[in-house]
């Protein structure tokens, strides 16, 4: 018993000390066969679909368009296997080509959040409010830094009020509600949208290449600090009926 006591002490304190190792990861996906899955949604007399050309730095992108008057178009890839909440995000990008009309309502990427109650919508800035202007014809690299890029939390009726014009960074250390934090969320897609943001021309875009960068804990210091804490478990069990 005290073998076992100091073993799943040990392997607490080693777990507590390695706590903050944490690794790299990155998701990639150019629309090509596997990777992600993907799927596309769009209202009526809006399309969001595959196509061959024109492409970034593939073979493969996404083609978003919206005639005068509808809503949205969008891609969204699937990241559930990733397992990553929105504290882990470090950093995404995707290339976008602005075939014709204007980049008043340029896609912009969200990130579905599952809530306590709901699912709540992050949602990054239109880029041309950010500055970033698309010429026509020309791939641009549209990048979200969770320090600077403005978002905004949409569909959230719970928690705090809904936050605009915050960073991911500044939202991420926000309290949910008792106990939680934004930063713990799971976060299982990320969408790339093109919607009329008051541009009552017919727009159409293609999106290539998005990668999302995050740091997630590392999993042997998870499965160190599991061990550990199960054989304090143990111990505390045969002590009370010992």
């Keep these: 018993m005290r073998k076992l006591l100091l073993i799943s002490t040990a392997a607490v304190a080693l777990a507590g000390a390695a706590g903050n190792d944490s690794y790299a990861e990155t998701i990639t996906e150019n629309f090509e066969a596997g990777g992600p899955a993907f799927s596309f949604s769009a209202s009526i007399g809006a399309a969001a679909g595959i196509a061959s050309s024109p492409t970034y730095n593939s073979t493969k992108s996404v083609h978003l368009s919206i005639p005068s008057g509808m809503l949205a178009a969008s891609v969204s890839v699937d990241v559930s296997s990733h397992g990553l909440t929105l504290g882990d995000l470090t950093s995404a990008d995707y290339w976008v080509y602005l075939a014709s009309g204007k980049d008043i309502n340029a896609p912009y990427i969200y990130f579905p959040v599952k809530t306590p109650h709901s699912t709540a919508y992050v949602v990054m800035f239109n880029p041309p409010d950010m500055g970033i202007n698309l010429a026509s014809s020309t791939w641009t690299d549209i990048t979200v830094n ?22 991911l960074a500044e939202l991420s250390a ?5 106990g939680t934090t934004w930063g713990s969320l799971p976060i299982n897609l990320a969408a790339i949208e093109v919607g009329q943001e008051g541009d009552a021309l017919s727009s159409e875009y293609y999106v290539d290449d998005l990668t999302i ?28 009926y010992a």
């Design 213 to 240: 960068d995050a740091t997630v804990p590392e999993p042997a210091s998870m499965a160190l600090l599991g061990v550990g804490l199960l054989g304090l478990g143990f111990i505390r069990q045969r002590r009370r």
């Design 146 to 167: 969770p320090d600077t890029t403005p978002f905004h939390v949409a569909n959230d009726t719970t928690g705090i009020p809904n936050p605009n014009d915050v960073t």
């Design 174 to 178: 926000m309290s949910y509600s008792a």
